[in-house]
């Protein structure tokens, strides 16, 4: 189709092993399906309508924030855009974790998880060890927890259905209720949260016993690394998308929608009162204006993203650093090119690749930490089937790496550093 302007990847394809089975080399090379939108699988529609009907406790409230997921719950739901989600997933390589722009490579990041979302970032790998879930061991942790008596039509085998949980959020709060009902309603709006928003599945609107055990200590629980989690969780789903044959993707995408909102000029709506309240998707909640936005349409989109171009020219088409205001100083945290984990999944997080969303002079990136065959390796890590095992053993090399990531910090010149020693 010679109006699509599409190429699914670099001039330089040495990294790139996927290259056919990609669905912007189909594209590109054929045009079939040019017009064909992936289906954005989630499954809290219901949960944003009955927290409008039944607002959240603050002393619920307070044990949601003590876990780390009030930020999660203050950015609130939109509308997915599946032309954007589609039209960006065309340009994602598995390999890279990166968009491939005109203008390079750009990614979410795990600074784009923190300050949007408010997760935390720096703790322990979110992952763990399965076990075999009895039918009493499953009903036991419910009552304990969420003070709930499931029947044998709750549960998928190891997964608690997300309507059963959701069904608690609408009964009667007492206005007088104890430690233990206020930590059992939190886990309740937690879970169904993660189930349906933050690690939604393509399949079953179900979500693992192993997540609830992880809410049981909230102490505990604050203490992991729930954003790189979800980086985990985005990246696994967006590479998976990229292939030739899928029609659907899951995962935080309301993230996604939101880095590209933030990001690239003419993909988000216009908010109506400037806000720099944290998270920074908060400003996003609010009456939105879309009129000067190409919604729901894929070649729109497409058009955006092929002309995007670093000269000026009324203002930059995509905006390096969009947080400036909020954080003038960066992290180490999110400099540090490491892996990401959510308990099977394993991906790389290479910032090495897009240092000028952190105010550096973008060099010649590191080799990715893992090779053709390890990447397909990892790639291929499933929990079906395999009901005892021991992820932290198993991802010891991973985790390890995480644990001391800051000993692989990318570092480099900004441009007005290098401005002053040129002048010198």
């Known amino acids: 189709m010679a109006n699509v302007r599409i190429h699914p990847g670099p001039i330089n394809n040495e ?8 669905r912007a080399y189909n594209l590109f090379h054929t ?14 529609q219901k949960f944003w309508e009955i927290l409008r009907h039944h607002p959240i406790p603050d002393t619920v409230m307070d044990y949601i924030r003590i876990a780390g997921f009030e930020g999660v719950i203050k950015c609130g739901m939109k509308s997915l855009d599946h032309a954007l989600i589609t039209a960006l997933v065309e340009r994602w390589r598995p390999e890279t974790h990166t ?3 005109p203008i390079g490579e750009v990614t979410v990041t795990l600074q784009d998880v923190q300050v949007l979302w408010g997760l935390r970032i720096d703790g322990e790998a979110v992952t763990g060890c399965d076990r075999k879930w009895e039918f009493d061991a499953k009903v036991d942790m419910c009552q304990r927890l969420l003070g709930i008596t499931p029947t044998a039509t709750d549960f998928k085998r190891a997964q608690l259905k997300i309507i059963t949980v959701r069904n608690v959020l609408t009964t009667e709060f007492p206005d007088n209720a104890s430690n233990e009902q206020c930590m059992q309603r939190a886990r309740a709006y937690i879970l169904v949260l993660l189930g349906g928003a933050v690690f939604p599945d393509s399949n079953d609107n179900c979500v693992h016993m192993n997540l609830l055990a992880l809410l049981e200590d909230f102490d505990r629980c604050s203490r992991l690394s729930w954003g790189s989690a979800v980086l985990a969780c985005l990246y696994r789903n967006l590479c998976r998308a990229s292939k030739t044959r899928e029609k659907s993707i899951a995962g935080p995408l309301m993230l996604l929608q939101l880095w590209a909102w933030n990001r690239i000029r003419g993909t988000g709506p216009t908010y109506v009162a400037e806000t720099n309240a944290m998270p920074l998707g908060v400003r996003w909640n609010s009456p939105l204006s879309f009129a000067n936005v190409p919604r729901y349409t894929i070649s729109g989109y497409r058009s955006i993203l092929s002309a995007i171009t ?23 945290e999110w400099l540090c090119n490491t892996y990401v984990i959510f308990w099977e999944i394993v991906e790389e997080c290479l910032p090495s690749r897009v240092m000028r969303q952190f105010h550096l002079i973008q060099t010649i990136p590191r080799a990715p930490l893992s090779n053709q065959q390890e990447h397909e390796r990892l790639h291929s890590l499933s929990r079906h089937g395999s009901s005892t095992t021991n992820w932290s053993s198993r991802l010891q090399p ?16 900004s441009p007005f550093i290098r401005q002053q020693w040129t002048a010198i």
């Open 310 to 332: 670093d000269r000026e020219i009324i203002f930059l088409q995509f905006v390096w650093t969009p947080y400036d205001d909020v954080f003038p100083e960066v992290s180490a």
């Open 99 to 101: 968009f491939h722009l």
């Open 15 to 22: 990294l790139l092993f996927l290259e056919v089975d990609h």
């Open 398 to 413: 991973q985790i390890s790496h995480w644990i001391n990531r800051r000993d692989h910090v990318v570092t480099g010149m």
């Open 31 to 44: 045009g079939e399906n040019s017009e064909r939108l992936l289906d954005p699988k989630r499954g809290d």
